[in-house]
């Protein structure tokens, strides 16, 4: 079993500050990368971040300059600081983990359950 779990979701004012972060478990022998995805009401999932396990990055364009992601391989942890936060910025985040888990040749995808981020005006 592979387990995703995010934290650090909340409520802030517009400008704020937020730090988000997420740490894979259970049976896995390499993830290849990691990135946070997010849903606002009636929209669907799009990508926001997403960091390989040699350090390279994309973002999306509303949130370049703004957004930061990080990793810890050793910790299988990554870690999203948004700065300048603002309403539209308002979303359920889900962590997403690519890699070879178990016993697996082929590499999957894990999702974590989601943390809610609220940014009112």
């Known amino acids: 079993q592979v387990q995703l779990v995010e934290s650090g979701g909340g409520l802030v004012q517009a400008g704020g500050s937020l730090r988000l972060s997420c740490a894979a478990s259970g049976s896995i022998f390499v993830i290849n990368a990691m990135g946070w995805y997010r849903q606002a009401p009636g929209k669907q999932r799009e990508l926001v971040a997403v960091i390989s396990s040699g350090g390279n990055t994309n973002y999306a364009d509303s949130v370049k300059g703004r957004f930061t992601i990080a990793r810890d391989n050793a910790k299988n942890t990554v870690y999203l600081q948004m700065n300048s936060l603002k309403p539209e910025d308002t979303a359920v985040y889900y962590c997403?983990?690519?890699?070879?888990?178990?016993?697996?040749?082929?590499?999957?995808?894990?999702w974590g359950q989601g943390t809610q981020v609220t940014v009112s005006s």
């Open positions: 997403n983990s690519r890699g070879l888990f178990s016993s697996s040749r082929y590499e999957s995808d894990y």
